[in-house]
């Protein structure tokens, strides 16, 4: 069955919007704008410009929308992340835009509660296993397995791979007809695995984005002959191969 939450759309929020709860529970309440923008223009604007009001609309009141609520609660956000939150918008635009969702809202906020849920609660794992806090209160004060690493951008990855495989298993879905390479390449830009140090400037940028987009491309074409639980084929499954060529690249 076709998916009705923009699976795209979350998936980059988890990336970006996972370390604590209180950044998933943000997160989770801002992400579904476009679908209401969407179904309040079409019958006001010809089809050519509703495209891209719908897209440039979502990806502004995104980002803003982000910009207070976060302010609001205290989570920095930098021009960087500001930008992250634009392309949230731009991916929820146009999973509004092509999905055929066809304003169903009871079912769209079903399931994207369902997928709300389950990124709160692994946004309270990696809090935990950060520091032993949970919305920012102490439950543990020390332990081993305790580790910063948990905050970087490939337990984001990992993050945003369980919690869309754990609701499509609820709801009994697949993730089809996503392409994944629309939020893998900000990513990239925005948070590089690894850092070129022989050479500086725009050849360093160049390589460090290339090679993991290459390594990405690689791994997405030998994943199609791979044979996953059917709730983690598509987009779970690459999220999670983008956190372990993460995980390998950060260690040069």
């Known amino acids: 069955m076709k998916l009705k939450y923009p699976a795209e759309a979350f998936a980059l929020g988890i990336v970006l919007f996972s370390r604590n709860m ?10 579904l704008l ?12 010809p089809v050519w410009s509703l495209r891209l009001c719908v897209l440039m609309g979502t990806g502004a ?19 960087g992340t500001w930008l992250m939150t634009a392309v949230i918008g731009l991916l929820a635009g146009k999973t509004a835009l092509f999905g055929n969702l066809e304003a169903d809202y009871g079912n ?4 994207s509660g369902i997928l709300w849920g389950f990124w709160i609660l692994l946004g309270i794992l990696r809090e935990f296993l950060t520091q032993g806090t949970v919305f920012g209160n102490l439950l543990l004060e020390e332990a081993p397995f305790f580790s910063q690493r948990f905050q970087e951008t490939a337990f984001g990855f990992l993050a945003a791979g369980l919690t869309l495989a754990f609701a499509n298993g609820v709801l009994k879905k697949k993730s089809s007809g996503t392409q994944s390479l629309l939020l893998v390449i900000p990513v990239i830009f925005f948070a590089r695995p690894f850092e070129m140090v022989t050479f500086g400037g725009i050849i360093a940028f160049i390589w460090t984005v290339g090679v993991s987009v290459l390594l990405y491309i690689s791994v997405q074409k030998i994943l199609r002959f791979s044979n996953p639980g059917p709730y983690f084929r598509g987009l779970p499954l690459e999220m999670l191969s983008m956190s372990f060529i993460y995980l390998i690249l950060s260690i040069y």
């Open 22 to 31: 209180k950044e998933a529970f943000a997160g989770g309440v801002l992400v």
């Open 61 to 79: 009141v995104t980002a803003s929308a982000f910009l207070l609520g976060f302010t609001a609660l205290g989570i920095p956000v930098d021009n």
């Open 108 to 111: 769209i906020f079903y399931e």
């Open 34 to 45: 476009a679908e209401f923008l969407k179904n309040l223009l079409e019958n006001w604007i």
